[in-house]
Structures are given as structure tokens and as C-alpha cells.
């Protein structure tokens, strides 16, 4: 029988390390502030305790890129 639906592959390894997810975490917050578009200290906290990384698939190389 034939599947239906979408396969999802099973989770790649992680490319980047815990310690540069922070970094490019931390810069990209930086990034919004300056622009404008994040100023809430509440806001901020909370983006820099609730990793990306954490909610999107490690194997996306551009979790922090701008798009």
C-alpha cells in the first residue's frame, strides 16, 4: 500500500553549536532594536530565553538569517 501524505525525514544532526545559536540569537535581537521593530523589555527577555532553535528544524541553516 502506498503512503499518503508528506514524509518528513527523520532530524539531521546539528550544524552549529549551542554557543553560536546564542551569538547570532543575541545579534539578531540587537538587529531588531536598532531597527525599531523590537523595543519591549518584556519582548526581548522572552525572545532570549525561548531559543529559535528550539521551535525550527536544526537542519535550516538560516535560523537567525534574515530573509
Known amino acids: ?19 553560536q545559536l546564542l551569538r547570532e540569537r543575541v545579534e539578531r535581537i540587537r538587529r531588531l532594536m536598532e531597527e525599531g521593530f523590537l523595543n519591549s523589555r518584556v519582548i526581548i527577555e522572552a525572545m532570549m530565553r ?12 538560516t535560523t537567525y538569517t534574515p530573509r
Request: charged residues 30%; proline residues 19%.
Open 50 to 61: 525561548a531559543p529559535r532553535e528550539e521551535f525550527i528544524p536544526m537542519e535550516s541553516a
Open 1 to 19: 500500500m502506498e503512503a499518503m501524505g508528506w514524509y518528513n525525514p527523520p532530524p539531521r544532526k546539528p550544524t552549529k553549536t549551542r554557543e
